[in-house]
């Protein structure tokens, strides 16, 4: 459970990441990294498995942050690559961009009350476009949450169309955005 303060009301509110998603909205001039690491050791502290999906740079960032959780097991990271080869078994998940059916296989691997970190939605959309990238996320939010799993996904809203950022806000749960480097609920 995540306490997350809401713009609107002023309330804070809790959010069981284990059994919701969430659309995190992020510019890319804020310390985003910061806020997903944060999230990790909260879920982490709880006792929560947690899958981080996420591309380079940040994927080396992630993974001395949060080394700890990596070498006791209860984070596995998966590295999202334009020009890397398939690799289920090693240490780090690389799956290529060209090779998203993978996703599915590390999916239905998750245990009752995981969560999914799922950070590089941008970079999919301007690698493969809205049309795949939409049902891309649909279908594995779907098995994710048959996995009994919970998801937050992030998104640069500078980067995409109005309409195609709000079919993703559409898709999830929840909507939050980073304000001023903290994370405000905005439904």
Known sequence: MIIIPSGRTGNDRSLDLGKESILIEYDPTSKYEKIVIEIAND?????????????????????????????????????????GTL????EVIEIPVQQLEWFSDVFRRLTKGSIVIFEPLSDIILHLGMEQSYKFLRQNIELIQKMGAGIAVMINYNAHRKEDLSAFENLLLNLARISDDRLVMIR
């Open 43 to 83: 879920v982490l502290e709880r006792g929560s498995y947690v899958l981080l999906v996420s591309s380079p740079p940040r994927t080396g960032v992630y993974l001395d942050a949060l080394k700890k959780h990596f070498e006791n097991g209860t984070l596995r990271l998966v590295n999202l690559s334009i020009t």
């Open 87 to 90: 690799s289920l078994e090693s």
